[in-house]
Nanobody, 122 residues
């Protein structure tokens, strides 16, 4: 069993930056693929980025070049650095995990965090 807790969301102006965190307990992230998804009001949840320590990273085209997923050292926490934020990035951001391999498909993920709200004002 893996428990995931996101944090770091908030309100930011367009062009600004935020860093989201996803802390895991119960297991180490080293054996899993981690993904970030987001859900904007009135829309379905969509893929943002996925990472595993065997296959690297894969980003959605909408965030490529602006968002970076990373883990620091041996911490059991994955971060999502979001730069050059746009109003269309406004959404609840969810961290998810699954056993390898990584996937861009929501239903492939077994464990989910509760989500953290990101609001980008114009």
């Amino acid at each position: 069993q893996v428990q995931l807790v996101e944090s770091g969301g908030g309100l930011v102006q367009a062009g600004g930056s935020l860093t989201l965190s996803c802390a895991a307990s119960g297991r180490t992230f080293s054996n899993y693929a981690v993904g970030w998804f987001r859900q904007a009001p009135g829309k379905e949840r969509e893929f943002v980025v996925t990472m595993s320590w065997r296959n690297g990273t894969q980003y959605a085209d909408s965030v490529k070049g602006r968002f970076t997923i990373f883990r620091e050292g041996a911490e059991n926490t994955v971060y999502l650095q979001m730069n050059s934020l746009k109003p269309e990035d406004t959404a609840v951001y969810y961290c998810a995990a699954r056993e390898w391999p990584p996937s861009v498909i929501e239903k492939d993920y077994e464990w989910w965090g509760q989500g953290t709200q990101v609001t980008v004002s114009s």
